[in-house]
């Protein structure tokens, strides 16, 4: 193989791909968990979350991709087993019986948010340890794409319906006037 000569000494481009690697065992082990759910979920948010799922485990498959070929363009090769995705992965798997509509949304933000924390960790690291200004961008455009969904999924179970006067209920129990 041709050594890679892009700025980037052996070591940090394996310290990068490490990291890399992590992010994409934690992205496909949140598409299973979010097509399990979208196969399963009952009730009456049935619907709106079937479909919210469809659209949020399509984006992780793209990122699936993306993370892969980012590995391989650094040299390296991704992980591609079930036992290296869970070996690497920092979520969980929960294989306990089927939670209800609503614990689905809950455990969900839970792995965004953890999948959040860790590309900002990852983000600093590409950058400040193994100055790979490159893959910190990288990285960032998948954590605002999980900040997103974490947003709309904690909406789901958080949100309250905007009141008939057209106000909403502020954190504080205060009325806000939609649209201010």
């Not at 929960?94 to 933000?109: G, Q, S, W």
Request: net charge negative; with cysteine; aromatic share 8%.
């Amino acid at each position: 193989m041709r050594k890679i000569n892009i700025g980037l000494t052996e070591e940090q481009l394996q310290g990068v791909n490490e990291l890399l690697n992590q992010d994409l065992a934690d992205a496909y082990l949140l598409l299973i968990k979010t097509k399990k759910y979208h196969w399963d979920v009952v009730g009456p948010q049935f619907l709106s979350l079937h479909k919210l799922w469809e659209e949020h485990y399509e984006i992780l498959t793209e990122n699936i991709d993306s993370y892969a070929e980012r590995v391989r363009a650094l040299g390296g090769y991704p992980v591609a087993t079930a036992r290296g995705f869970l070996e690497r992965a920092t979520l969980k798997e929960n294989p306990d019986r089927l939670p209800l509509a609503t614990d689905m949304v809950a455990r969900l933000v839970d792995d965004h948010e953890q999948i959040i924390r860790n590309l900002r960790e990852h983000i600093d690291r590409c950058s400040e340890e193994y100055h790979d200004q490159g893959t910190a961008d990288f990285l960032t455009g998948f954590m605002e794409q999980h900040e997103e969904m974490a947003w709309m999924l904690r909406s789901f179970i958080e949100g309250q319906a905007i009141q008939p006067d057209q106000q909403a209920p502020a954190a504080d129990g205060n009325k806000v006037p939609v649209g201010v």
